[in-house]
């Protein structure tokens, strides 16, 4: 055995016992872990995010972009007619993001990201109003959640 392939088995285990406990994988862990697989076991940084990749198929894990990408889908969908995502829409989506990060992400953060992303893909809150009028009704719900 080399002690290039003795170091991937190593990072390998590195990374099961640094997740022993968790399923979910935060961007900032993520990025924690392949650079000790980089300066610590002296692999490069492909070679790390190939192990990563292997180790989180094997464990079950689940990464914090994947649910970003899924609950996005989700969020296109949900605007995909009018551009426009209503408050229950919005709650669905937030129970989705907490139930994908196995509880890891709190109902304040998910909201928080979910605002975020609406931001960024200009999908405007739908009005919430018992009346069905034009320009009645409000979107306090989504003003309501902040921003950082």
Do not use: C
Not at 82 to 109: C, M, N, P, T, W
């Amino acid at each position: 055995m080399t002690d290039t392939d003795d170091a991937r088995k190593r990072y390998a285990e590195y990374i099961k016992l640094h997740l022993f406990d968790e399923r979910y994988l935060s961007r900032e862990r993520e990025k924690k872990i392949l650079g000790e697989g980089v300066t610590r076991f002296e692999i490069s940084l492909e070679e790390a995010r190939s192990i990563l990749m292997n180790v989180a198929a094997e464990q079950d894990f689940i990464f914090e972009k994947d649910v970003d990408k899924l609950v996005k889908e989700i969020m296109q969908a949900f605007a995909a007619s009018d551009g426009h995502i209503g408050q229950s829409e919005f709650r669905h989506a937030v129970h989705i993001y907490k139930q994908l990060s196995s509880g890891h992400v709190g109902e304040g953060d998910a909201k928080r990201r979910l605002k975020q992303m609406m931001i960024e893909n200009d999908w405007k809150p739908r009005r919430q109003s018992f009346i069905v009028m034009a320009n009645l009704g409000s979107r306090k719900w989504f003003r309501d959640i902040p921003e950082k």
